[in-house]
Structure formats: C-alpha cells, structure tokens
C-alpha cells in the first residue's frame, strides 16, 4: 500500500467532521430516544439512564455510535462533556457488557462493539480494541483501528506503534494523527524506531497540521544520515502542514545530493506556496 498521503488534509477537518456527523444523524427510534438522554446527560442532568439493553445497541450500532459522536462534537472537547456522557451509560449497566462484546465469539458482535466502545471512548476498552488489532477477520481489525483513534491517549499510541510495522501504514497514521497529543508526536519522533514507523509519525504529523511540528521535521528533512524515505517523508509532512516557514528550507534541499530528496523539496514547496496563495486569497 502506498505511503503516499492523501492531496487534502487541512485544519478543517474536524469542522468538517461535525457538519457530517450532523447530516448524517440517524432517526432510528433506539437512535432517537438515546439522542435525547444523552441531551439531557449533557444539560447537567446527572440523575438521567438509558432504559435500553446493550444487545439492543450492539445490533443498531451504526445510528448508535453516529448519535454518541454527535452528541460528543457538539458539546465540544472538554473531559466534563466525556465523563457525563461514559457516566451516564456506567450508571444504565451499559459499560461492560459493551466492553464484553469485544471479546464475543462472532466476529459481527465485535465489530458492533467496537464502533460504540470507539463512539464513547471509553477507556476501559483500549485493551480489548488493542487485541482487536491482531484479530484474524479483517474488518474488525479496520473497525478497531478507528475505534482506538476515537478513543486516544497514550494506551491508543502505545497499541497503534507497536503494529505499525504490521498495520496499513496510511491507516495507523491516520488514527495516530487523532489519539496522540502533541507531545506524544514530539516523543516518537525523537525516539528511534523502523523506518517505516518513523515514516507512520511523520505522515501523522502531516495529517494533524501542527506547525509548531514545522522546525523539527524540517531538521529530519535536511538530516543526510537518516534513510532517504524518511526525509522524503518529512518533506511531505511539512508540505500537508502548509507552514510558510518550511518553504525557504525546502528550497535549500532543491540542491540536496539526493534527486529523490530534491524532487520531494520541490513538490513540498510548491504545495506550500499553492496553500499560502489560497489563504491569502
């Protein structure tokens, strides 16, 4: 699979997400009725429950975990709006029989459980989605990889590194992008690992379009003792992330020795310069 990533990855994004969360909700009558506890969870109810059994959600997992994410995206990122809404399904005897379902010996089960349990993000199920990883049906491994970048935090990054040498590359990169903090992308980018994980960060930090990632990526660009695909890759990282700073340097490497690495500093430049004439557009 090509490491090459997508043409389009901006800081809008999650705005975009949103908008699609909200085109996209479900009116399913179990969709419906969990859609207006948990608005109420949210208004700062904290006596509210679900009447709903688990089984019921596992087989309208779809509608289910487009309502949670909705209700998630429109209270915004705070921890308080994510403790109300796991709380509330703690408090309905939801959580672990939601959690259980992930270890459920027919694989659709799993699957089902792994969009709730990476809807809500619940902690208590990054060990289960992690072993998912490595489960032998293909589609619960894809479900389960997008639950984790759902879910993030370290536990999530740990998972996501230790099979990237393994997992489709633009996919871990992709979630890693999502489940890892800043300072998680610093501390694997200084640590030394394969290339091809290495590679998997880099695209992920292209993926979050942080610039303040620009000057390290950059120094991974110039760095001649590092294997050429990873300086291709931080070219393209610091290409996706668009930062006007990281032209003048991918302009020096238009010299570089390395004819792969020159035609990769040329099209990050033009890239870089194609976004700034859109911004000022």
Known sequence: MSSKPPPDADSRRSTRRTSALRTAAPR???ASKIDRVLTTALGGDPRVTLDVKATEMLADADSV??????????AGTGLAAQFKVTDTFRRSGLETDLV????????????????????????????????LLDDPHPAVREVAVRALGQAGGRRVVEAL??????????????????????????????????PRATVTVLM???????????PLLVKM????QCETQIRVAACRAVAMIGDPAGADAMRM??????????KAAIRARMRISASMRRRSA
């Not at 259980?100 to 902690?123: E, K, T």
């Open 100 to 131: 259980n379902s992930l270890g459920d010996p027919d694989p659709g089960v799993r699957i089902a459980g792994a969009r709730i349990c990476g809807a809500l993000r619940l902690p208590n199920a990054v060990p289960w989605l992690a072993d």
């Open 221 to 224: 660009a110039q760095d001649r």
């Open 253 to 262: 490497l238009g010299t570089d020795p390395d004819e792969t690495i020159r």
């Open 204 to 214: 992920a930090c292209g993926l979050r379009g942080d610039a303040l990632r620009t």
């Open 161 to 194: 590194m230790a099979r990237a040498d393994r997992l489709p590359q633009y996919k871990v990169a992709k979630e890693l992008s999502r489940a890892a903090s800043d300072i998680d992308l610093e501390l694997l980018l200084r640590q030394r690992s394969s």
């Open 65 to 74: 975990a487009l309502v949670i994410s909705a209700s998630l995206e429109r």
């Open 28 to 30: 399913t009558r179990l």
